[in-house]
């Protein structure tokens, strides 16, 4: 139970930042797509999944490393949502598309990009060191430490 508890807290942390930069990217890049509460659901995901991976990984296994599987899990994360939301539902629900990369050169059916993969690398490496010190404050687990070696 007390598991649950955990990842019910980090997704709704998770869910909240990630509602928060989505909000904020669309007011700096209008015509990206619909707002919707769906991005929320996808950050709190992806920061649960990239904590889970990250906590079978070893401390000694480079943060950069790291960061490319969250920034990888990030783009898995948004390829998959993508083709539920944009292509099923929201067609479905006669609604406009949550986002749309048509637009970009290298998209892989206006769902993923390849401009926004050194941003979710970035991203995923905020993930990790977020999804570690929430564990360390509000969980009593690990302080965090990471290896910067190349």
Same mark, same amino acid.
């Given at each position: @139970? ?17 509602? /928060? ?5 669309? @007011?700096?890049?209008?015509? @990206?797509?619909?707002?919707?509460? %769906? ?13 889970? !991976?990250?906590?079978?990984? /070893?401390? +000694?296994? #480079? ?8 920034g990888v899990c990030i783009l898995g994360t948004e ?7 944009? *292509? $099923? %539902?929201? #067609? ?5 598309? !949550?986002?749309?990369?048509? +637009? =970009?050169?290298?998209?892989? @059916? ?6 926004? =993969?050194?941003? $979710? ?5 905020t993930c990790i060191v977020i999804d570690d010190y929430?564990r360390y404050f509000l969980f009593n687990e690990e ?5 910067? *070696?190349?």
């Amino acid at each position: @139970m007390k598991s649950v508890f955990k990842n019910i807290i980090i997704f709704c942390i998770g869910f909240t930042i990630y509602q /928060s930069i989505e909000g904020i990217f669309k @007011m700096v890049v209008p015509n @990206m797509g619909a707002e919707s509460f %769906l991005m929320g659901i996808i950050g709190g995901l992806a920061l649960l999944l990239i904590g889970g !991976i990250n906590n079978k990984l /070893s401390w +000694n296994m #480079p943060i950069w490393l790291q960061s490319i599987i969250g920034g990888v899990c990030i783009l898995g994360t948004e390829f998959i949502m993508g083709l539920i939301l944009n *292509k $099923w %539902l929201c #067609p479905l629900l006669n609604k406009p598309l !949550i986002w749309d990369y048509s +637009n =970009f050169p290298g998209n892989i @059916m206006g769902q993923i990009c390849p401009q926004f =993969f050194i941003a $979710w690398i970035l991203l995923g490496a905020t993930c990790i060191v977020i999804d570690d010190y929430l564990r360390y404050f509000l969980f009593n687990e690990e302080k965090p430490h990471y290896c910067w *070696k190349f």
